[in-house]
């Protein structure tokens, strides 16, 4: 039976699958058939190798000669994938005339390494572990198969990376009924401590809507901002949530019907090493950095590494031997039709107000109309700057005309000038009362 196995699983997979092991079979749980050194290859090149494969066969066709399996394990799987410069993968799915019927897939000790051609970013996931039960047939090409789905299942992962960047304990239990599919809960360790998220997919209507619930309280900051700065201390906790939803088939569609809300906290952080409001006030004269690179802070807590790329946060890091009290930050957005539109950003140091207004566009990838401003006790613009370009080349405006006169010839105009009500730009949680 070991060329009839082979033949099977190659086409059930779509995939050129050797046994190099032995075969052992048992009856201890009805038939059950164990093939070790497995190797999965496609035109030449090998995608994975799995230590052992058990399989779930049914005694009755096995007696017509046929091989009809009910359950996989596969243990201590290895597995390459490969997205390449053209779009296509180094596998395929598996061909539509091919039926499993199985009612239990597991996996365990899987390790997978995903490299991406046309991003050049790699991706691992290490340990993990893999339970569905209640599997029904699915014909994924017919119109309204998954309303007799039934699935339930949990999956596990040591670690998931990305880069430096980093998921540990990721957890999550799905459930599968009909049409709706809810994932709940999923929790995973970010950057000290543990999120809490879950996720529903319905595909009960043409469009399939999506909805999702984050929460991540009490995150070091000190860690996430090893991504932006990572010679650099920032200490504290913060603490970020998010509820989104969406509806579509892809994912410029989900860009574009993409709403919710978006909100980052934190209190009492401190930069080592560095004096912001030194800064600052060097700053209205010298412009020796961006208020754009300070304002990294604010863009809303993990969804914010997506459009600062291309910051240097660490351009505002000139050290001084003493440290910088950020009392408070708010970072709050609400998002409609994939557009983030801020609703209360801003940060204070001791003896200044830095505030944000404006938007990020989602599905074109670019900032909207976007100003940082450094602001005066009223919430009125002592100095601002215009961002603007893509997340990946923002386009940072000079700063405004009256900021760059020098300090003495500024501070004697503003001596000069008639007492003259400005329109706030920031009159949030933050804003300094009368």
Known sequence: YKHHLEKTLSASFSLDIEISGPLE?????????????????REGMQIAT??????GIDALPLLLGEIRL?????????????????????????????????????????????TDAMTGNEYSAASCNVDL?????????APGSLATVNISASVGCAEIREGSFTLGNVRLALAANHQLFTFAPITM???????????????????????????LPQFLVADSFKLLAPTRSVTGTMDFSTHLAAQGQTLPELKQTLSGHVSLQGKNLLINDSNLDEQFAKYESSQNFNLVDAGAILFAGPLGLVVTKGFDFANIFIETGVSS????????????AGVAQTQDVAMTTHENLLALKGALDFPNAQFKNLSIALLDQQGCIRVSQDIGGTFQHPEISKPNIFKALAGPVRRLLEKLKPEVP????????????P
């Open 25 to 41: 079979v048992s009856f201890l749980h009805g038939l059950q058939l164990a093939a070790h050194d497995v190797h999965m290859r």
């Open 50 to 55: 799995v230590s052992t494969v058990s399989l």
């Open 70 to 114: 009910n359950a996989i394990a596969l243990h201590d799987p290895v597995v390459a994938l490969v997205r390449h410069e053209d779009g296509s993968f180094n596998f395929t799915q598996p061909q539509p005339h091919v039926t499993l019927k199985l009612e239990r897939i597991s996996v365990s000790n899987a390790n997978i390494h995903f």
């Open 133 to 141: 039960l209640g599997l029904t047939p699915v014909d994924t090409l």
């Open 189 to 215: 360790d970010l950057f000290g401590a543990q999120a809490t998220a879950n996720l529903r997919a319905d595909f009960s209507a043409a469009e399939p809507h999506y909805a999702l619930d984050y929460t």
């Open 325 to 336: 009290d950020i009392p408070a930050v708010s970072s709050e957005w609400n998002i409609n």
């Open 422 to 433: 400005c329109a706030a730009f920031y009159t949030g949680s933050l804003a300094v009362q």
